[in-house]
Each structure stands twice: as structure tokens, then as C-alpha cells.
DNA sequence: CGAATAGTGTCTGTCAGACATTATTCC
DNA sequence: GGAATAATGTCTGACAGACACTATTCG
């Protein structure tokens, strides 16, 4: 209130870009996927000044001519080779049919995280980054590597931050003293943080679980991927009885697995996933003291 | 898999910045109210080049050392004189606590919406928008028209935009040739969309509610939110039941109105905002085949 | 008084969580 | 055969939606 003789258009057009200092725009991706039962991130080691040696999120600049979502696609490709499907900036999941297949049959699931502009987020210059998140099934060791010299896959949980709901509380002593455990570089601690939540919170209300398995998939499968993000074992009758009875979530395809499982049991059926974009009613987890307050 | 002799280091920090023609960073705010039970958005009309006399989300450029919730913070500030608190990028809402107080002790929620890249954006030069949405209770109408000269709250309904399930079939005729109606500058529509879209979904599963209304008020003003934001009628008795159960939505202040409503009834009681910052169980609209597929 | 509204009570169908049971397959 | 797992069935408590009903206040 205390500038009020400034008006509105001023703003929107007053204000000649080339008065400031050039701003740098980058687009960064959190790579999800479930391994041994485990939440994974793709990083990359960085071998270059600032934070070197440091494990980064892959990104990088946005180039003249394209937008934000098909930057985010070219570094996803560039990193894992997956082709993605965009869900674009809307609040919605995408359309099963606009999700990609790579080679081995693979659907990648990408979408807008968040933006984050901290002036001094890097030391260099001014850089605002927009963050993507991306779910892909269990790829083969090889793929990681492959593409990028320094990637690899990192359990989540091992790089010591805040556990899911206290992330106010910062006071938590850090154990592991692997490498992958030192702080991720820039603020791609706080963005993996954000994208591990909003992963957790997505598979309440959407179907994108099974953007995280190969089809044909079984029930267990699926309640795998519940169980690894959400850190938390499910009753398996009533996982199955709740994911049946929510229309569109999976389909049968008619067929089951090829042997039972390694350690006995019947052979599962087999599922893809069905033509929801919503879960109706949704998977909700148990209610936590922590996580409402 | 094409340029597969790309490593990954290149895309942190191998490309100069200096390479590529400079980005400009904006933020726009979509403010959303509910005025004579309806939802409302505040739109600027824009006074210069490129589509001047077109209504306009309010924004602005980044400046050098703020940071985008802070230069969100800014923008709003200015256009309607109120204070707010920012949820940040975070996928949580934010502690009641947080949220800034302006002088008629109105409540500001902001939070971070989305990024918008398109090349294409904006005729004039590369920009890429960060959007945010906040929610504010009902202000005098002087407000919006004394900091910002062509500010107005503008019905959502009035702007012609993809009805609230259905932005894939855009074939929809607009009806009201109100000046409100002409379609907004850049994509501002589109970002508006994804604003009224995200308000929707939160109203289920946070008490964002609560930031449309003044405290203490009433469970039928609260209940008249739901009803202007999901444009549903909402069954009253069942309404109350379900609010008061969800612990930590509202709690009672004790008092009631001074008087009963305009024709008539009793006077209600009066309730504030609780401590709660996710609802469980969430208030579930009724699955719209539409909105799940 | 008549109309409108706040608030309470009740019924019913559905669903979540827990548990028991059967069938199938691996070792 | 023993163990593990897939799949089905059952019971119970909680909740959503619908409706009836009472109480209070305005005009």
C-alpha cells in the first residue's frame, strides 16, 4: 500500500525486459521409478564447477525453440531413452493413449512439478528452473547408464531427507555415509522432496500406479508400487477388492503369469491399465496425525 | 537415442547461458473470489501493444532479487492491497498461521500454480510465466478499482471458457457478448483453467474453503463456497454432518449471527478455521462420468 | 401466520478394515 | 508334504445420501 501511485498496466507492459539482468530458465526431472521394492531417483553425478561431484537432477538449459514440457521430454530421453507422454501444465493426468512406449515397451508418465526461483538457488547466475516429474516402470540396469556417463538409480531413501511428513522438523540425524547420500546439489533436495510428495499424493486419487509397472501387470505387482512409495504394507484382499471395484482403474486381460511366485503360490492374473483419470472413490491412505495437521 | 554422444554433464553446466537469446520471467497471479454466489476472477485490462483493451491476469516481471513466490507476493499486493501468505511450491496447503492479514482482516492464501513456456507465448520475445493462484474473500468492490485503474472481478462464467469437464471438446457456444467475454490476452485462458480447475480439486481434500470466507462465519457461507466453486447444489443437513466431522476443518467460536437470515430462520452459529491442513475424510464431489474418464 | 432457514434425528446402502478359508504352485 | 501366495467369502463398524422433523426468525 505504500506505492500506490503505481498503476496495473506498468506491469504487464512498462516494463522493458532489457532493464534486468538476463535470466537463465532451465528445466530439471524427477525420475520416479520402483526397484527392489524401493523408491528410486534417477541422478547424475555433476563434473563440473559448481556442486562437482555432487548428484544433481538431470536438466538443463531451455533451448530457443521449444516449450517447457518438450524440453523436459528431451532431457528424460536424453537420460533414460524413454519417450514420454506429456500431461502438459494441466491439473489432470493424461490420457492413456498420450503416454510413450520406448523401446521395451515402457510407458513414461511426465508432468509439471513446480518452479523454483530462488535468487540464490545457484551461485552463478540468476537460473529459475522448472521441475518435472516423471514415473517410469523398472528398467533394465543398462538403461541408466547407457545415455549418461554419471547417472544411476538412488533409492530415495537414502539420501537422508526429511522423512515424508515432518519436513518442518529438519532435526533428523543422517546415517548412511554413502556417497549417494551428500546433499544433492542447488535446492534438487527440496524439488525431489516436493516430487516424491506429490508422487505419494497422486496415487490416492489417480491411476498413475501402473505407469510405474510393465503391462501386463498383476495385482501384486501394483500393490508393490503402493507399498514401496507410500512406505506402508496393504492387506492384500483388500487391495485387490478396493482396485477391482473402482471403475476403469485396471482390466483384465485375460491371461495369468507364466509360473506362480518364487516362492510358491498360483499363477496371478494379469491387468492393464484401464481408462481412468481418476480414481472414483480414491485409495486413500490412513489417516496420519502428522500428515493432516 | 540419436545424439547419444551428448553426456550428461554438458546439459548442467557445458552450456553457457550466453548461447541462447534471453528468456524473460513473469509471474501472473490468478486471484479467485466468490462474489453473489458465484465464482470470480481479478482481471486488469490492458492498456499497451499486444492485446491492448483485452483483460488480462494481473503480473508482472521478475525482478533481480526477488524470488517468485515473492514477486508473486508483490503482484498481488498491488493489485489488491492485500497481504498474503505463500504456500510456496510445496504440494501442502499452508499452516493457517500463514496466511497474511490486510487491514479489513481478510485471510490470502497464494500458492504456486504452474509454468508456462510456449515460444510462442507472447509475440513480442520469449517468456516464461510462472502463474499463481490465490484465493481471497469477498472485498468491498471499491477495493479492486482504487490500487489497480482497470482491475474488475469478473465472473468466471462470463469468460467463455471450456466448461469445467470438458476442455477436449472446445466446440461450445459463447453466448454473452458482455466485454468481459473477449477472450483474454495470451494464455491467460488457458492458465485461468488450470486455476479454477486446481481450485476445484483442493476444495476436496484441504480447507482452502475457509479462504473465501471471513472469520467467524457461518456453515452456510462456507457451504456457499462449494456451491459457487463446483456449481453444484449441496445438500444442507448432509453438508453440516460432514464438515463437523472432519477433524480439524472448523471449530466453533461460540456465538451466532446477529440476526437470522434475509427471509427468515434462526440465527446461525459461528465457526473459524481449524488447524487442519489436509481433510480426512476429503469431500468428495460425486463422481462425474465426465470428470473421471 | 407463512415462509425460509438452522439444526437434529433416522434409515439404508455402500464401503473399509480385519479375518477366515480355499486353491494353487514352488521347493 | 510344507510353505507361500492368489483369490474368495464374511463380518462389523463407519459413513454418504436421502428424507423427515423441530425450532427459530423475518416479513
New binding site residues.
Partial sequence: MTDDERTEPEFLAGYSPGDYPAVAVTVDVVVLTVRDAALHVLLVRRGEHPYRDRWALPGGFLRPDESLDEAAARELADETGLTAGTAGTAAKADPPGSAGTAPGGARVHLEQLASYGDPERDPRMRVVTTAYLAFAPDLPEARAGSDAAGAAWVPVSALGLPAPDDDAAGARPVRQARSATRRLAFDHARILLDGVERCRAKLEYTPLATSFVTEPF???ELRGVYEAVWDEPL????F???VL?VPGFVESVGG?TE???????????LYRAGDARLLH?PM?R?ATEERIR
Fill in positions: 498383476t495385482l501384486a492387506h492384500p484382499p483388500n485387490r477388492r478396493k471395484s495369468t509360473r506362480g511366485g518364487p516362492r510358491g503360490g498360483p499363477r496371478a492374473a472413490p486413500l490412513t
